[in-house]
């Protein structure tokens, strides 16, 4: 039976029992309290275990990408070494989420294990724990198995998932393979390699509380894990799990690969079945969403590439070894995984840059390492270790390893001052800069692990089968996320146009894409925010440009181009553009020139444009050399950078520019085009703003709109708007110059009034709702009166403000200013010094009186 078959006869044989077959979950797991990858096929229940959710099933079966690195369950520093250890497998398992429990989970295991895989009863142990007679009895009574083979154990039969919360005693099937691989005496005494482990059914029926009792849990779950790889090498007759079909296709594409056959030494296999495994890991949680880096799940994958690399360096390989690893490694597992056939390409690449990385170091780091070792000292410095981790690149694992094959061990301790004593400066560092670095080193990491984004925008609005390489932010938060995919249809802003908005969509979530920018050169940022679910690193998405908007900015992208051209033929040659705008709701177009343009200038350039695009005349892009791009004639656009390679747009027989936006295919799509103003920004420098297809049309019609209402209004038809506005006009004049004659006539009546109450020559007098141009008019109109040599005029236009106004005579020997500066005080005002007529305001309506009291007593 090899590796396929296993998969599909154990989920067939709880398939028929009622189970439900359910997808493995990806490594990454997403529970707040699961492992750092995923480890057992129970970390997908984990919200029923701990009673978040309801279980959507009763019973179901599962085949679980499985990777343990890091903690407790660490095996790599066994994996190539001994027969059974990986650092992946796949678990095979049935769960009962609140339906049968012990006495049903035990006799399905015995059948599937005799009467399914046709294991012999007879070679297979059981472990129960120290007090679990229930499952002791059950082996013994429903199952037959002799008391002799079932043992039990301590903690190794007690499953928990941390200190606190589900937990509960786990009972262990064995195989033994025989007294040629170890002692007798089963699991608890005999030979590791011996008796081999090959399935644990765990009953989860207790939860433990923080001072250590344990409470039964509300709902009793039966969670099972087979390893594949173990029962293979069972069925398979074989030792080591590297002898499986699963493994040994692999073991053999390491030996092709390297040039090493794999038997003729034993330490040099030992490699061999180091890259035989780590090709499985680095290939599967690559394509599951881990990529390399320095932090967490990225951490561990590098540490497993390098590892890798180092071994293939160590067979005198100098060549690339993971392409061929992963091809290896999909062609094996292909078929249970088809996600690994459509993706191969991208894990490939993302492997190949890292070791592309590693590799040009890691001669200089291993000698470094080696002339360490080569003093004699008992251990390897701490400052060296750090120095190969920060400037080689050596993980300090990697370190550690190889200086335990020469028997050294490194000063972890000093290692881990100088790690924290760099973060520490990089702490410092930042403090009070504007720069989000966290973001900007990731931004930097993203950027060397997979290379520039492809922008596949000029030929598709809408990319399928993208990768979300990160997501940074809070992507389970309200907040904005900056995501980052392999290759996008999203133009990043740059140009002058603005960047593109839409939606990413993963299997988990909808991305509200907000914004597109260059994060770095290269680099295309989407700025959004989660609209629903959860996206995650690692899932494959499809990623939607609005097209409406889109298909708006490349009618006034293409706009511009022309507009460019048709200045330089209206006004000359010396029009140079200076900086310009394109966003989907209007152009905009910053050229120098010496003066405003005329209405006929502006006329000319909308018709060249207007004539062109009538014409419907091909746009055409395409990418030259910088040097052939200037022989052509093709301008460039001010402030961009260009490299040796670029890329020309050629719109109509008139316009090429180097440009890399987007564009209609033919002018005809740009529609009308409407320059709607026309000013100065500086020194010899203009500016235009204008619109393009339907927004010019919607722009006629709401002028339309206007001139009808005018016309309305006007009660003339619309083209004759300009002549009745005239007359009307004319009319106003007319009767205001009447109603400016009648006000006068009373202001002069009131000023002969006030002067005819005159007191030694001065008229001060209050007088409300006049507007400040009229108290002027009034004063001086007393001032004119004979034997008035002084009038002070103060009252409120609108109950609020105030106005002050003194007019005095050249004779009077009175200063105006001065009779009025104290009373404008007083109403919160101030005036100027002015001998003849003084005019000031106030804001305090309150005070008038009082203000003319002061100048009473002034004048007095």
Not at 115 to 125: A, M, N, P
Not at 290 to 317: C, H, K, M, T
Not at 368 to 387: C, N, Q
Not at 399 to 426: C, K, L, P, S
């Amino acid at each position: 039976m090899n590796a396929n078959e296993l998969r599909r006869t154990f989920t067939g044989f709880f398939v028929e029992r009622g189970h439900t077959l359910l997808p493995s979950s990806g490594l990454i797991p997403h529970h707040p309290r699961a492992p750092l990858f995923t480890n057992a096929g129970m970390n997908q229940f984990l919200p029923v275990i701990l009673g978040e959710e309801a279980p959507a099933h009763l019973r179901a079966t599962s085949v679980q990408k499985c990777v343990r690195i890091r903690g407790k369950q660490d095996d790599i520093e066994n994996v190539g070494r001994t027969t059974r250890h990986l650092t992946f497998f796949e678990m095979l398992g049935n769960f009962s989420l609140g339906d049968y429990f012990k006495e049903r989970a035990i006799p399905l295991a015995w059948e599937l294990l005799t009467e399914v895989l046709g294991l012999d009863g007879d070679r297979l142990w059981a472990t129960v724990y120290l007090d679990d007679d229930e499952a002791a009895e059950i082996w013994a009574d429903s199952v037959g198995l002799p008391a002799e083979r079932i043992q039990r154990m301590g903690e190794d039969n007690f499953w928990e998932m941390g200190e606190v919360g589900p937990c509960g005693p786990c009972s262990e099937v064995y195989y033994d393979r025989g007294e040629a691989l170890g002692e007798p005496g089963g699991p608890a005494h005999g030979g590791a390699e011996r008796y081999s482990e090959i399935w644990n059914l765990v009953f989860m029926q207790y939860d433990r509380q923080p001072d250590g009792t344990l409470a039964p849990l509300p709902r009793r779950i039966i969670d099972t894990g087979m390893g594949l790889e173990r029962t293979l090498s069972v069925l398979q007759g074989v030792v080591s799990v590297f002898d499986t079909d699963a493994l040994r296709r692999l073991v053999t594409t390491a030996e092709e690969t390297t040039g090493v056959r794999y038997g003729a030494d034993a330490g040099k296999d030992v490699s061999l079945r180091i890259l035989a495994d780590h090709a499985r890991t680095m290939t599967l949680l690559t394509n599951d969403g881990v990529f390399p880096s320095n932090e967490d799940r990225g951490y561990v994958l590098r540490r497993i590439i390098r590892r890798a690399v180092r071994q293939a360096y160590v067979l005198g390989v100098e060549k690339p070894v993971i392409p061929p690893l992963v091809a290896g490694t999909v062609a094996v597992m292909g078929e249970a995984y088809p996600e690994l056939v459509r993706n191969q390409e991208f894990v490939t690449n993302v492997l190949v840059r890292e070791e592309e990385r590693f590799r040009q170091t890691l001669r200089s780091g291993l000698t470094i390492l080696e002339e360490e070792m080569a003093k004699g000292a008992p251990r390897v410095e701490g400052a060296t270790a750090f120095r190969l981790h920060d400037t080689f690149g050596f993980p300090v694992e990697l370190t550690t390893e190889i200086a335990g094959e020469r028997g050294v061990d490194v000063d972890r301790a000093a290692f881990d001052r100088a790690m924290e004593e760099q973060r520490a400066r990089a702490r410092a560092g930042g403090r009070g800069a504007e720069v989000d670095h966290a973001n900007v080193a990731a931004h930097r990491e993203l950027l060397e692990q997979f290379g520039a984004t492809e922008f596949t925008g000029y030929r598709e609005t809408e990319t399928a089968g993208a990768h979300v390489l990160a997501v940074l932010g809070d992507p389970a938060g309200q907040g904005r996320v900056e995501v980052f995919l392999d290759r996008t249809p999203f133009y990043a802003e740059g140009g002058g146009q603005v960047g593109d908005t839409g939606e990413i969509v993963t299997e988990t979530g909808r991305i509200r894409v907000l914004d597109t920018t260059s994060a770095l050169p290269g680099l295309t940022r989407h700025t959004a925010e989660v609209a629903e679910g959860e996206p995650h690193a690692g899932q494959e998405a499809t990623a939607r440009v609005d097209v409406e908007r889109r298909e708006a900015i490349r009618r006034n992208h293409t706009g511009t181009h022309l507009l460019n051209w048709a200045l330089r033929a209206v006004l000359g040659g010396h029009v140079k553009q200076q900086g310009s705008l394109v966003a989907p709701e209007y152009l905009r177009f910053d050229f120098s020139h010496f003066g405003p343009m005329t209405a006929e200038e502006i006329d000319r350039v909308e018709r060249l444009v207007n004539e062109h695009i009538v014409a419907n005349e091909r746009v055409r892009a395409f990418e030259t050399t910088r040097d052939q791009a200037e022989q052509l004639g093709a301008i460039a656009m001010f402030g961009e950078k260009y490299g040796e390679i670029v890329r020309v747009v050629e719109a109509g027989r008139e316009s090429l520019e180097l440009c890399g936006g987007t564009h209609v295919h033919a002018l005809g799509s740009i529609g009308p085009l409407k320059i709607l103003q026309e000013s100065s920004i500086g020194s010899n420098t203009r500016r235009i703003f204008a619109l393009t297809g339907l927004a010019t049309l919607d722009h006629v019609k709401e002028q339309e709109r206007a001139l009808q209402k005018a016309a309305e209004l006007l009660k003339a038809q619309p083209t004759e708007v300009p002549e009745a506005l005239e007359r009307r006009l004319q009319r106003q004049k007319e009767l205001e110059d009447a109603l400016k004659a009648v006000r006068s006539r009373g202001l002069a009546d009131e000023a002969r009034r006030l002067a005819d109450a005159a007191t030694d020559g001065t008229v001060v007098a209050r007088v409300d709702e006049l507007a400040p141009e009229q108290l002027r008019e009034l004063a001086l109109s007393i001032r004119q009166q004979p034997g008035v040599r002084a009038a002070v005029v103060l009252g409120s236009p609108d109950g609020q403000r105030v106005s002050l106004v003194a007019a005095v005579t050249k004779d009077s020997g009175l200063i105006a200013s001065d009779l009025i500066a104290e009373a404008a005080k007083a109403v919160g005002g101030g005036t100027g010094r002015n001998p003849d007529l003084a005019v000031a305001g106030g804001r305090d309506a309150t005070r008038i009186d009082e203000a003319l009291a002061l100048v009473r007593a002034k004048l007095s």
